[in-house]
C-alpha cells in the first residue's frame, strides 16, 4: 500500500537536493534574516557537529527532521536545551513529543525556542559633538513556537512535519517627523515557516538515508526591507559501524553524515560521531566543513532508566573561532 508514496516521495526528495545543490554557487547574493532558527541549542547534537538528519532524537528531532519522532518509543518526552551563545547571547529551546495509542494515531510534538540578546544602548545620529545621541536601552529578544507530527509508513519509512510561529523583536526606531518631533516605531516582524523530512532504513543493519528541509517560508519585512527565512536543504546517511562486527556487542559506534545547501551561505558538511558504552555513557565528536569560524565539536552523556522513567543529561563544547567556545547542557525526560 504505501510502496508507491514512498517511491514517489523519495524521487521528489532526490530532485529537490539534486536541483538545489546543482544551482548553488560558492557565493551567496540572497541574504537571509531570523538566523537563530539555524543555531543549534541541543548539546547531543552539538556534540555530533549538527549531522542529524537521519538520527532519531526523540522529541529533539523537531529542531533536525521531524521523522525522526516518529518510533520514539516513550509515551511522553520532554527535553530542555540550554546554549550559552557567541556575545552572551542566551539560545535556549524546549520539546515534547507524545505517542497516543502505542503509536498508532503517530507522534504528536511541540516545540519552543527562545533568545535573550541582552541590553543594547539605543542611539541616533545627531549635530553634536559625538556625532549621535542615547536613547532607551531595549532589549531584542526572539521566540519560536511549533507543533509537529511524525509518523513511520511502514516498519523502514518515516516522515514528519514541523509548522512553526517565529517573531522577532528588534527594539524601536526613532523617526524624526518635524525638526522638533520624533515618533517611536517599534521593530518586530512574524513569519509562518514549514519543516518537512523523511527517514528511510534500509534493511542492511542500521543504515539509513534522510533528508530535510526547513524553515520554508514567504517573504517577510521590517518595515519596508523585505527578507528571507533560512531555508536549508539536508541530505543525510548514518549508521552503527559495530553493526558490521559478526557479533552482537554492549556498544555502538553511530557515524552520521550530512550534506547541507543553505539559502545564504555556501554548501557545507557535517560530520557526527558517537561512541556508546553500555546503553549508559556517551562521547561524541563531530567536525564542520568549509565553515570559517567552526570546526570540531565534543560532547559527552549519560542516560538511564529506573523504572518507567528514562532520564539523560549531556554536555558539548564547540570552539566558535574568535568568539571563544560554546557550552550547550540539555537535560531528558521520558515517561
Known amino acids: 500500500m504505501y510502496k508507491p508514496i514512498i517511491t514517489r516521495l523519495l524521487i521528489i526528495m532526490m530532485i529537490l537536493a539534486s536541483g538545489s545543490y546543482l544551482t548553488g554557487q560558492n557565493k551567496k547574493l540572497g541574504q537571509t534574516g531570523f538566523q537563530f532558527l539555524s543555531v543549534t541549542s541541543d548539546a547531543r547534537a552539538a556534540g555530533m557537529g549538527g549531522a542529524m538528519t537521519t538520527v532519531e532524537a526523540y522529541s529533539a528531532s523537531l529542531f533536525f527532521n521531524p521523522a525522526g519522532m516518529a518510533r520514539v518509543p516513550n509515551l511522553l518526552d520532554v527535553r530542555f536545551n540550554q546554549n550559552e551563545w557567541i556575545a552572551d547571547i542566551m539560545h535556549n529551546s524546549f520539546s515534547l513529543s507524545f505517542r497516543p495509542g502505542g503509536g498508532e494515531y503517530g507522534v504528536f510534538g511541540l516545540s519552543l525556542l527562545s533568545v535573550d540578546y541582552g541590553d543594547i544602548q539605543g542611539t541616533m545620529v545627531a549635530e553634536n559633538e559625538q556625532g549621535y545621541v542615547e536613547t532607551e536601552t531595549f532589549t531584542p529578544s526572539a521566540l519560536a513556537v511549533g507543533i509537529g507530527y511524525a509518523r513511520a509508513l511502514t516498519d523502514k519509512f518515516s516522515v514528519g512535519a514541523h509548522l512553526k510561529s517565529a517573531h522577532q523583536s528588534l527594539g524601536k526606531s526613532v523617526i524624526p517627523v518635524t525638526d522638533t518631533t520624533n ?24 543504515l539509513a538515508f534522510g533528508m530535510s528541509v526547513r524553515n520554508f517560508s514567504d517573504e517577510i519585512k521590517f518595515e519596508s526591507e523585505g527578507f528571507q527565512l533560512p531555508l536549508t536543504f539536508r541530505i543525510g546517511v548514518s549508521m552503527d559501524v559495530l553493526d558490521l562486527l559478526p ?55 549519560v542516560q538511564k532508566r529506573l523504572k518507567n522513567i528514562f532520564f539523560a543529561v549531556d554536555y558539548s563544547s564547540s570552539p566558535f573561532g574568535v568568539f571563544g567556545n560554546i557550552q550547550r547542557l540539555s537535560l531528558q525526560f521520558s515517561l
Open 247 to 301: 557479533e552482537k556487542t554492549f556498544q555502538s559506534l553511530l557515524v552520521s553524515l550530512d550534506a547541507v545547501h543553505p539559502r545564504s551561505y555556501p554548501e557545507y558538511v557535517d560530520l557526527g560521531m558517537e561512541y556508546t558504552l553500555a546503553g549508559m555513557f556517551a562521547v561524541r565528536s563531530g567536525y564542520l566543513f568549509n565553515r570559517e569560524e567552526q570546526g570540531l565539536t565534543v560532547g559527552v552523556g
Open 183 to 206: 515618533t517611536l516605531i517599534k521593530n518586530l516582524a512574524r513569519a509562518t515557516a514549514f519543516d518537512f523530512g523523511t527517514i528511510y532504513f534500509t534493511g542492511f543493519k542500521s
